[in-house]
T-cell receptor, first 114, second 109 residues
């Protein structure tokens, strides 16, 4: 069974803390994505990666960075968390691009920043 | 701007049929996706339409009209497990994926 695993389901952090969200996929997919999901809004793309050590900014990259050192792992980093980054974070992977291929999502990491 | 519109919430009865609409205004069109997301779980792929018409997959069907900027997801023989949010997403001419806010479907016995 294909799987995208996110390291933490729930996190509570304080303003200014550094936050790491990890995502691992076991499908040998080239492409990985980080989205945030907020009530009343569609999914918004933060960053994506089409290859190891490669990253591209999505629609809302400000305040975030990413790392892809291995094909199966894509990490999202909040260098200094702020309250407006309280959200659900979803990692996804695909064999094709997100725009043309089916996305496989992790179950999400719900982050609360106090 | 680019926009995807879906109803926020719908209610239907177990065993019935429900149609969830999605209208879009995007700069070009290269395909439309439907995903299902149960509360607290990951979204899962339901369908992909790139040509006009109806695509049927078991109890679920998805329809697309590119000229009208319109799609719907049709769920037949509703079951309690169909209670979920249904997300519509469109690929625009730049191959960017634009997401709707989702429709929360509540199934009542």
């Amino acid at each position: 069974d294909v799987k995208v695993t996110q390291s933490s389901r729930y996190l509570v952090k304080r303003t200014g803390e550094k936050v790491f969200l990890e995502c691992v996929q076991d499908m040998d997919h080239e492409n990985m994505f980080w989205y945030r999901q907020d009530p009343g809004l569609g999914l918004r793309l933060i960053y994506f990666s089409y290859d190891v050590k490669m990253k591209e900014k999505g629609d809302i990259p400000e305040g975030y960075s990413v790392s892809r050192e291995k094909k199966e792992r894509f990490s999202l980093i909040l260098e200094s968390a702020s309250t407006n980054q309280t959200s659900m974070y979803l990692c996804a992977s695909s064999a094709g691009t997100a725009e043309t291929g089916e996305l496989f999502f992790g179950e999400g990491s719900r982050l609360t920043v106090l | 701007g680019q926009n995807i519109d879906q109803p926020t919430e719908m209610t239907a009865t177990e065993g019935a049929i429900v149609q969830i609409n999605c209208t879009y205004q995007t700069s070009g069109f290269n395909g439309l996706f439907w995903y299902q997301q149960h509360a607290g779980e990951a979204p899962t792929f339901l369908s992909y339409n790139v040509l006009d018409g109806l695509e049927e997959k078991g109890r679920f069907s998805s329809f697309l009209s590119r000229s009208k900027g319109y799609s719907y997801l049709l769920l037949k023989e509703l079951q309690m497990k169909d209670s979920a949010s249904y997300l519509c997403a469109v690929t625009d001419s730049n191959y960017q994926l634009i997401w709707g806010a989702g429709t929360k479907l509540i199934i009542k016995p």
